[in-house]
């Protein structure tokens, strides 16, 4: 049996050596898989190391790294400057003409020159005493992009939309960087790394090309050289499909490709290139940014990985990050200021849970733009309410529990939350634009995700016995930013506390529902009343020591 490696998402299989030379899928992703021929081992056996073997007098393996289509790689120990290095062996199949070398070691050399925060720094370009080239790199600790976009898929959770405007803002840095001397060619997950602090790194700038050039000189009729696509054909563009001339925009292309992935973490195979992105918290700005660099003609792609980056950075600005108040005769009140707010872009979302009766049934709900509190209102806000309107204090101000200035404004009726953000040009949310922002589109239990919750995410369970100040538990924030959706305090709503299917058909008798909703749980509540979809009903005259709001602002 002969092993062999998916190339685009890492499948590691064994067949049958009776189709050595042949073409086929991958099981997994369906990725083009070639099986080499029986002189032309998947990694050839001098590639294999032990801790540590000496490469040169420089070198000394510490451990195995990983296997890919061109080759293996390990952690060493650079003896000459003390330092650990990522050491890159090609395996022998890879560059079999002596163009193809020649060819790989001017773009190493070129590569050699490339010095930027987010690419992967080549050191040196050397022969093992078996003739086998490697690469001596950067050593960079951390996940592959292939590997952090399975894990989401896994968990069954979309990347928040800020987290991918940073992965690809820091893309094209290094692309708008690079372009100045190289174009990439193999663009994709598996050559994009992430380190723990979310700095991203590009590797293999310029060897798709040598082994491009290597192909090219390979025995064999020229319908079989065209029928071979170096870097993996799902992330290839449209002119190194067709084998004609490729320059910058061939990675605008499929950095694209990148893009979309991310945002859909559906490959260029599963969501090709003419279909449209569909997901709800993806403003449609963003989306034409996107579609554009994947254009199948080049001209009409953005021509530059700083076009893309400038494109990509002012659409995510003007759709997603707070927005100071307009001027007085636009829509915003003169007064409001979003300033302290996310943006919510809107759209569809799975509200409610059939598993409790007061939180059935479930249902696709639509909600419009809006933006909410990063934090509940806290007591130095409220003070200001009160100096201003000269407004009643409400119950337990003075309690030293409760009143520190950072602490949430508890002792509130709904009637005066209603009041506080109507003063500040606001609204309380409705349960939907609440669970909207709690539940997401990834459909999460819990504001942060799915991890089961601790001390460090939320105020639950009763462990500090009152309200925690609203930046004890930043641990606990959603993706987007809100920070105490889960436990502290109970948050009042805008609605009935009804049954779903009467408070969606319309208006409510408040004789037959005259309690309001409030949502999140508090500092005293069970793991059970702080999930997204938990609810409650309070009469809207009480005052409790669990009970606050938080503001939203919508058009």
């Not at 086998?132 to 960079?140: F, I, K, Q, R």
């Not at 953000?421 to 309380?428: E, F, H």
């Not at 005259?514 to 979809?533: A, Y």
């Amino acid at each position: 049996m002969i092993p062999v490696t998916c190339a685009h998402c890492g499948l590691k299989i064994h067949v049958p050596e009776s189709v050595q030379g042949r073409q086929g899928a991958c099981l997994n992703c369906g990725s083009p898989i070639s099986v080499p021929a029986g002189d032309v081992p998947v990694v050839a056996a001098s590639i294999d190391f032990k801790p540590n073997d000496r490469i040169g007098e420089r070198y000394v393996i510490k451990s195995f790294i990983g296997r890919g289509g061109m080759g293996v790689v390990y952690e060493a120990e650079d003896t000459l400057v003390n330092e650990d290095v990522a050491l890159k062996f090609l395996r022998r199949g890879v560059l079999r003409t002596e163009k193809g070398r020649r060819l790989f070691l001017r773009e190493a050399q070129i590569a050699r020159r490339l010095r930027h925060e987010n690419i992967i720094a080549v050191h040196d370009v050397g022969f093992t005493v078996d003739g086998v080239l490697y690469l001596s790199m950067e050593y960079a600790k951390g996940i592959s992009l292939r590997e952090f976009l399975m894990r989401y898929r896994s968990n069954r959770r979309h990347v928040p939309v800020k987290q991918t405007v940073h992965i690809m803002l820091q893309i094209l840095d290094a692309l708008d960087y690079a372009h100045r001397w190289v174009v990439h060619r193999d663009i994709k997950p598996e050559n994009i790394i992430l380190l723990n602090d979310n700095q991203v790194k590009v590797l293999d700038f310029g060897l798709a090309k040598a082994v491009e050039e290597n192909e090219a000189g390979n025995s064999g009729t020229d319908e079989q050289r065209k029928k071979k696509v170096v870097g993996t054909p799902v992330y290839a563009s449209p002119e190194q499909m067709r084998h004609q001339p490729v320059d910058l925009r061939a990675d605008i292309y499929t950095a694209g490709l990148v893009l979309r992935e991310l945002l859909t973490l559906r490959t260029p195979k599963e969501l090709p290139p003419e279909m449209p992105i569909k997901r709800s918290d993806v403003a449609p700005s963003v989306s034409l940014v996107a579609d554009k660099a994947v254009r199948e003609d080049k001209g009409e792609r953005w021509q530059t990985a700083r076009d893309f980056h400038d494109a990509l950075k002012q659409a995510f600005g003007q759709s997603y990050q707070a927005r100071t108040a307009r001027t007085a005769g636009n829509v915003y009140p003169s007064k409001t200021s979003t300033e302290g707010m996310v943006f919510f872009e809107g759209g569809y979302f799975r509200m409610g849970n059939n598993a409790v009766s007061d939180e059935s049934p479930e249902a696709d709900m639509y909600v419009a733009p809006f933006w909410m509190d990063i934090y509940p209102v806290t007591i130095a806000q409220y003070e200001r309410f009160l100096k201003d309107t000269g407004a009643q204090e409400p119950r337990f101000w003075r309690d030293p529990q409760v009143n520190g200035p950072d602490q949430p404004v508890v002792g509130v009726t709904w009637e005066e939350a209603l009041a506080y953000a109507a003063w500040a040009g606001k609204q309380l949310p409705t349960e939907a634009q609440w669970e909207f922002a709690a539940r997401g589109p990834e459909n999460r239990r819990y504001p942060w995700g799915n991890t089961q919750p601790d001390t460090t995410r939320c105020n639950f369970g009763n462990y500090l016995g009152m309200p925690s100040i609203v930046t004890m538990h930043e641990e606990g924030r959603t993706p987007e930013g809100i920070v105490d959706l889960a436990g502290n305090v109970y948050e009042w709503t805008l609605d009935a506390f009804a049954p779903y299917e009467r408070q969606r058909g319309g208006r409510l008798s408040l004789e037959k529902f005259p309690q309001k909703t409030v949502r999140g749980g508090c500092f005293e509540s069970q793991n059970n009343e702080i999930v997204t979809s938990a609810r409650k009903g309070l009469f809207p005259d009480v005052r409790q020591k669990n009970t606050g709001f938080r503001c939203v602002f919508a058009e």
